[in-house]
């Protein structure tokens, strides 16, 4: 009986190797998943399953391609024409999203601003009660509350006008908002709604974008999903988030970005569009003269290339010669990263995080995971900030010129496997705005206080390094 036991134990040792050794991971993460498959043989299998390999993402990516290649071949080609008439100034973030995330540069754009809630619903609202042709939207949490409700009404009263509605949303990041009922008396009424990768085995690959696009000519990205708490907060907790309205050029960009999206999760040949790809992409109409580009990762990127998100910041981060100023509410970034912040600021360049001080979720998971990667920077003379209520901003302000506002959260999710979208504008103007944005938040802020943190306890700073073995899934 035990030597059947041993051969059980070497053909396992066996698929251990086969499973790890051919994966596309890093070194350090194959042997983290070598040490758990080898002393968690049932449990590590399992978890292995569902969130170390990358196997079933990658068959669903070809088995997608090859399905509905003609038409990720069609958007590419009709986004192009739109940046052919657009001269991009001598920039090597410009270039770099470009050449390496697909990203065209569009220099007719207008954008709004918004921090809160308030604001950015009514405008949306507004908007969407004044669509004509059809309103894409899509949101990784829709909340079965007021603002909730209020978006599928006005949803449903638009498609009682005929208009195209169509609503994508992230099977994970729904699953408890009691959300279902609400979806489903959109399709009653005409409405199309598809979820985002519901299988089991993809429960580690989310996709975590806030998008909406109005007739192909306004379009809406940031930080912001639908619910009450982006308006009223959470426990007392003001909400501070940023969010864009655009319109120009660069719409054209996030409605490829959609409809990508779209197109992967429909399961039949027809994607169910009413009109040709063509139709959603008027003209734009817009006077504005900002320069700007759409930066999105995903498993149906151009050319394929990986860690898009990560690369592409840690290409903006390197260039800087005075300042980069970050608004994150979850820390735990790439060693690439890492090591260009501490870099920067060993340097004289004026580096500086504002995290979250609460969250709305796990905030002892998140602090203590924040604190680990922290600690590695202090003293580097980079400059830390805590917003005393709920920071859920995600933007990044490079020297006088550069600003990146949208999904990425600066963690291993965002920069390396959830499907993410941010805008980068290249304008003075528009970071001297929102620098004042900043420096107003910084009111509401704690800076660290550098000695104590140092001095912290040894139990605090092992359960800093416990938690920070979950950073690659916050």
């Given at each position: 009986?035990?030597?059947?036991?041993?051969?059980?134990?070497?053909?396992?040792?066996?698929?251990?190797?086969?499973?790890?050794?051919?994966?596309?991971k890093?070194?350090?993460?194959?042997?983290?998943?070598?040490?758990?498959?080898?002393?968690?043989?049932?449990?590590?299998?399992?978890?292995?399953?569902?969130i170390?390999?990358?196997?079933?993402?990658?068959?669903?990516?070809?088995k997608?391609?090859?399905?509905?290649?003609d038409?990720?071949?069609?958007?590419?080609?009709?986004?192009?024409?739109?940046?052919?008439?657009?001269?991009?100034?001598?920039?090597?973030?410009?270039?770099?999203?470009?050449?390496?995330?697909g990203?065209?540069?569009?220099?007719?754009n207008?954008?709004?601003?918004?921090?809160?809630?308030?604001?950015?619903?009514?405008?949306?609202?507004?908007?969407?009660?004044?669509?004509?042709?059809?309103?894409?939207?899509?949101?990784?949490?829709?909340?079965?509350?007021?603002?909730?409700?209020?978006l599928?009404?006005?949803l449903?009263?638009?498609?009682?006008?005929?208009?195209?509605?169509?609503?994508?949303?992230?099977?994970?990041?729904?699953?408890?908002?009691?959300?279902?009922?609400?979806?489903?008396?959109?399709?009653?009424?005409?409405?199309?709604?598809?979820?985002?990768?519901?299988?089991?085995?993809?429960?580690?690959?989310?996709?975590?974008?806030?998008?909406?696009?109005i007739?192909?000519?306004?379009?809406?990205?940031?930080?912001?999903?639908?619910?009450?708490?982006?308006?009223?907060?959470?426990?007392?907790?003001?909400?501070?988030?940023?969010?864009?309205?655009?319109?120009?050029?660069?719409?054209?960009?996030?409605?490829?970005?959609?409809?990508?999206?779209?197109?992967?999760?429909?399961?039949?040949a027809?994607?169910?569009?009413?009109?040709?790809?063509r139709?959603?992409?008027?003209?734009?109409?817009?006077?504005?003269?900002?320069?700007?580009?759409?930066?999105?990762?995903?498993?149906?990127?151009r050319?394929?290339?990986?860690?898009?998100?990560?690369?592409?910041?840690?290409?903006?981060?390197?260039?800087?010669?005075?300042?980069?100023?970050?608004?994150?509410?979850?820390?735990t970034?790439?060693e690439?990263?890492?090591?260009?912040?501490?870099?920067?600021?060993?340097?004289?360049?004026?580096?500086?995080?504002?995290?979250?001080?609460?969250?709305?979720?796990?905030?002892?998971?998140?602090?203590?995971?924040?604190?680990?990667?922290?600690?590695?920077?202090?003293g580097?003379?980079?400059?830390?900030?805590r917003?005393?209520?709920?920071?859920?901003?995600?933007t990044?302000?490079?020297d006088d010129?550069?600003?990146?506002?949208?999904?990425?959260?600066?963690?291993?999710?965002?920069?390396?496997?959830?499907?993410?979208?941010?805008?980068?504008?290249?304008?003075?103007?528009?970071?001297?705005?929102?620098?004042?944005?900043?420096?107003?938040?910084?009111?509401?802020?704690?800076?660290?206080?550098?000695?104590?943190?140092?001095?912290?306890?040894?139990?605090?700073?092992?359960?800093?390094?416990?938690?920070?073995?979950f950073?690659?899934?916050?």
């Amino acid at each position: 009986m035990r030597s059947i036991h041993y051969l059980i134990y070497i053909c396992y040792l066996f698929l251990i190797i086969f499973l790890i050794f051919f994966d596309r991971k890093k070194p350090m993460q194959r042997f983290g998943w070598i040490l758990v498959l080898i002393f968690l043989p049932g449990v590590g299998l399992l978890l292995y399953w569902f969130i170390g390999s990358d196997n079933f993402i990658d068959y669903r990516k070809e088995k997608i391609r090859k399905r509905h290649g003609d038409v990720f071949q069609e958007l590419e080609e009709i986004v192009d024409e739109t940046g052919r008439s657009f001269v991009a100034p001598s920039s090597q973030g410009i270039e770099f999203h470009q050449k390496y995330c697909g990203s065209i540069y569009t220099q007719d754009n207008d954008v709004e601003i918004y921090t809160t809630g308030s604001p950015k619903y009514s405008q949306l609202f507004r908007d969407l009660e004044e669509a004509q042709d059809h309103i894409h939207v899509q949101y990784f949490t829709i909340h079965n509350d007021e603002i909730g409700r209020k978006l599928i009404d006005t949803l449903i009263e638009k498609v009682n006008q005929g208009v195209e509605v169509k609503l994508l949303y992230d099977s994970i990041g729904c699953l408890l908002t009691l959300v279902p009922p609400l979806l489903m008396k959109l399709k009653r009424s005409g409405g199309s709604v598809l979820s985002i990768r519901p299988y089991a085995r993809a429960i580690n690959y989310r996709n975590h974008r806030k998008v909406v696009i109005i007739d192909g000519k306004i379009g809406y990205l940031g930080g912001m999903n639908i619910g009450e708490r982006y308006t009223y907060g959470v426990k007392g907790k003001k909400w501070r988030d940023t969010h864009v309205r655009i319109t120009g050029s660069a719409v054209h960009d996030l409605q490829k970005v959609f409809l990508s999206d779209w197109t992967a999760s429909t399961k039949q040949a027809d994607i169910g569009l009413r009109n040709e790809l063509r139709h959603y992409f008027p003209l734009a109409d817009s006077r504005g003269n900002l320069g700007a580009q759409v930066v999105a990762s995903g498993v149906y990127s151009r050319n394929e290339n990986e860690g898009i998100m990560n690369l592409s910041y840690f290409n903006l981060i390197s260039q800087a010669k005075k300042r980069v100023w970050i608004q994150t509410p979850y820390f735990t970034p790439s060693e690439t990263i890492l090591h260009t912040l501490r870099t920067l600021a060993t340097l004289g360049v004026d580096v500086r995080i504002m995290t979250s001080l609460s969250y709305a979720f796990g905030g002892l998971f998140h602090r203590n995971m924040n604190n680990y990667f922290l600690r590695r920077l202090v003293g580097s003379g980079v400059r830390v900030f805590r917003y005393k209520d709920i920071m859920h901003a995600k933007t990044m302000l490079i020297d006088d010129y550069a600003l990146c506002i949208g999904t990425v959260n600066l963690n291993g999710r965002s920069l390396e496997i959830d499907d993410e979208i941010y805008m980068y504008f290249e304008s003075k103007e528009l970071a001297a705005e929102y620098e004042q944005i900043f420096n107003h938040d910084l009111e509401d802020c704690l800076e660290l206080d550098y000695v104590k943190f140092r001095n912290q306890n040894l139990i605090s700073r092992a359960t800093e390094s416990v938690m920070s073995f979950f950073s690659p899934f916050s």
